[in-house]
């Protein structure tokens, strides 16, 4: 992973990455002398050269969803799965509209407007 540092993967090099220009584009000093006046390069460069610290956070327990948290609530409403089921036609039994062909605008062309002829000059 030389192109990205030491970082496991080019995601994470890149939300690294526009973090630190973010910062650096709100002001704060570059923490290298690059030759490039570009701050995402700069950017860029700070974290090849392992001058960025960051920490992986896990996630909470809170944001994974469990399958109670996804359980069908029409029994408490007093309707059966079934009927909302049967509601609804299979895949197969529904036809796909068909699709029509646009239809050409008529373009009104203009007649050619003749050029006046000249008239030939006598020669004295």
Same mark, same amino acid.
């Given at each position: 992973m030389r192109a990205y540092g030491d970082l496991d993967s080019k995601f994470r090099f890149v939300i690294l990455a526009s973090k630190r220009a973010k *910062?650096? /584009?709100?002001?704060?000093?570059p923490k290298i002398r690059a030759k490039s006046k570009n701050l995402i390069? @700069?950017?860029q460069n700070e974290?090849? *050269?392992r /001058?960025?610290?960051y920490e992986i956070v896990?996630?909470?327990a809170e944001a994974f969803r469990t399958p @109670?948290?996804?359980a069908f609530i029409g029994e408490e409403l007093g309707i059966s799965e079934e009927t909302i089921l049967g509601e609804f036609p299979e895949p197969s039994e529904v036809?796909?509209?068909?699709?029509?062909?646009?239809k050409k605008k008529a373009v009104k062309k203009e007649?050619?407007?003749e050029k006046p002829k000249k008239k030939a000059k006598e020669k004295s």
């Open positions: *910062q650096l /584009l709100q002001g704060a000093k390069r @700069v950017a974290v090849k *050269q /001058l960025i610290d896990q996630p909470k @109670v948290d996804e036809e796909e509209p068909k699709k029509e062909k646009p007649p050619k407007k």
